[in-house]
């Protein structure tokens, strides 16, 4: 396999593991390089109270290229990243399943850039966050499911953003995981969603409402129409903005 991914920007650096900014402390070093153990901190564990999921070295989701998703131009002149690029599956993928690692810096608030539209909180609480707009792999081109037209699940995301221990770098990395496969977040069941991503369709996540805030308030201020939310439906997001897995 080539070592850059089909589409990859060839300016931009393509990172094989995560980066670790110079601002990261040896606290925030030690819980990224901490695998869960049965004795597990509360750092370690998810919404619903579940130890933070091992990803054996050996899983598709952390190649670099990652074998599960294709890069690709979205040509759709509807699709509200119509002109960009989006992440779509190379291959069926299970509910629940691990689809792939969302590689960037590891940083602190010290250093997030307010123009980045790639960083996401790792764990606010620790205050560590990936940024993959100057680098990243694939992950960093999974787009929002608001507005997108013909998805399967229509009005609603099919992946989410995760944490897991990647045993291949030996530390707790950001994922792109399939929806479905159990219950969504707090334990609530998300309605009519059975999980599970067909080959070819793209992979969305929710960035969280206030992303998209926070984009209006910047258009807001700027007077531009810009590329923002593209609509609203009756997907409950209302767990959406505790935390975790969410671009800042
Ligand atoms: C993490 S990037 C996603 C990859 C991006 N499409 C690219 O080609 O680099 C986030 C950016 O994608 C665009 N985007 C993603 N989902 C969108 C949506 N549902 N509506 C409008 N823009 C979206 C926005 O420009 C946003 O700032």
Redesign the pocket.
Known sequence: MSSRPKNWPPSLPYFKAPQHGKDLTPTQLQFLRTKPTTTTTQSQLDDDGNTLPVVPASSPATETPCPRVKILP?TDPLH??YG????FAATNISPGELIVAYLGRLHGRGTTSEES??DIWLEREMDVAAD?ALGGNEG?????????PCGREKGRPNARFGNAFCERWGEVCVGVWAVGGGAGKKGKKKKGVEGGIRKGEEI?VS?GKGFWEE?RREEGDHGGEG????GGDDYDENDDDDGEGQ?S
């Not at 960093?140 to 997108?148: A, E, I, K, W």
């Not at 590329?227 to 593209?230: K, L, V």
């Open positions: 979205i509200p990243a960009q690029f989006g992440l539209d790639y993959a960093r081109f999974v787009n929002d499911y608001r507005g997108v969305l960035y984009r590329d923002g939310d593209a671009l």
